[in-house]
């Protein structure tokens, strides 16, 4: 058994070339038997990734704040606090925070990550 203490964890800036504004990640250490990284990730008012797409899907869960998600070819929805959302593997997608508000998530991002251009609509 693994236990990882989120107060023991560091908070890093996520890479700015994939993120529309200031994010902000604590990474819980990824594992390989699934493949699996979990991290709880938050974004300032607005910001927002870029498109991008797991190879074995992610699982999002809102833990405090206003979010937006969108997949392609979709209308993009709000999320809220308690909010759970499932990308299937190779979905294209994006998420981040709602204009105006901040917003935090798990995510387990299950897989590799793919990092596609960035979001022109809202």
Do not use: C
Not at 112 to 121: D, G, Q, R, S
């Amino acid at each position: 058994m693994r236990i990882t203490r989120g107060a023991d964890l560091t908070t890093t800036p996520m890479e700015p070339d994939n993120f529309s504004g200031p994010a902000r990640r604590k990474d819980y250490g990824r594992i390989e038997q699934w493949p699996l990284s979990p991290l709880v990730v938050s974004f300032e008012a607005g910001a927002r990734t870029s498109w991008h797409r797991h190879s074995q899907g992610q699982v999002l869960f809102v833990l405090e704040g206003r979010g937006r998600v969108g997949a392609r070819g979709e209308e993009s929805a709000e999320l809220v606090s308690g909010d759970f959302v499932y990308a299937p593997p190779g979905e294209e997608h994006w998420h981040g925070a709602a204009e105006g508000s901040s917003v935090s998530h798990v995510a387990l991002s299950f897989g590799e990550t793919e990092w596609l251009e960035p979001v022109e609509e809202s």
